[in-house]
């Protein structure tokens, strides 16, 4: 089993839908949870990041955390075409390395 | 500018070719990583570099070597192309007194092994 699990899609969805996004993880022994978000032909960027547990907002978009099922959910509130991309959600693995461990990434289409 | 810059872009090479794809930064940083990106695998470490005389290996390093050159350089080299290392592959730094959860990626290199 991967460390972090992600559905790989594609997800498609209509201008203003709201899009969850999710992954799963399998080890409990880091801190950071983040998702980043990677444009056609270009690197991914940081998108959010979340400590421990629990919710972060940062406009339409909601990252929450869920240690108990660990579970980790990106959320996307009326969602825009600029939207589309690829999403990867990712986990620190502690004791500040800086490494991180990826999910596979979802491709998000979202359709004028 | 680009705070992370790759070259070359997209590369075509056959079997058996030695490849170097290099990689700069200014940034600052002093961590830096190789990557490659394959459909369904996500993006898999190949190497990193905490400073210019440290240097590790990540889950995917058979087949490839590094040398940083300088804290702002680190190269990935192929030394016997195979056609199972066609990919994207992507550089990333991050700063050591920042934050463990963000690294800065370049616009990536897409290599062709035929």
């Known amino acids: 089993q991967k460390e972090v699990e992600q559905d790989p899609g594609p997800l498609s969805v209509p201008e203003g839908a709201i899009v969850s996004l999710n992954c799963t993880y399998s080890n409990s022994a880091f801190q950071y949870f983040m998702w980043y978000r990677q444009y056609s032909r270009k690197g991914p960027e940081l998108l959010m990041y979340?400590?421990?547990?629990g919710n972060k907002e940062d406009g339409r978009f909601t990252a929450q955390v869920d240690k108990s099922s660990k579970y980790i959910s990106l959320f996307i509130r009326d969602s825009q075409p600029s939207d589309s991309a690829t999403y990867l959600c990712a986990k620190d693995i502690g004791g500040a390395t800086n490494k991180l461990i990826f999910g596979t990434g979802t491709l998000l289409a979202v359709q004028p | 500018d680009a705070d992370v810059t790759q070259t070359p872009r997209n590369r075509i090479t056959k079997t058996g070719k030695r490849i170097m794809l290099e990689c700069s930064q200014t940034?600052?940083?002093?961590?830096m990583y190789w990557y490659r990106q394959d459909p369904g695998l996500g993006l898999r470490l190949i190497y990193y570099s905490f400073d210019v005389k440290d240097i590790n290996k990540g889950e995917i390093s058979d087949g490839y070597s590094v040398s940083r050159q300088a804290q702002a350089k680190f190269s990935l080299s192929l030394e016997s192309a195979i056609p199972n290392q066609t990919a994207l592959y992507f550089c990333a730094t991050s700063d050591s007194g920042g934050s463990s959860y963000e690294q800065y990626f370049g616009p990536g290199t897409r290599l062709t092994v035929t």
């Open positions: 940034k600052g940083h002093d961590r």
């Open positions: 979340t400590y421990s547990s």
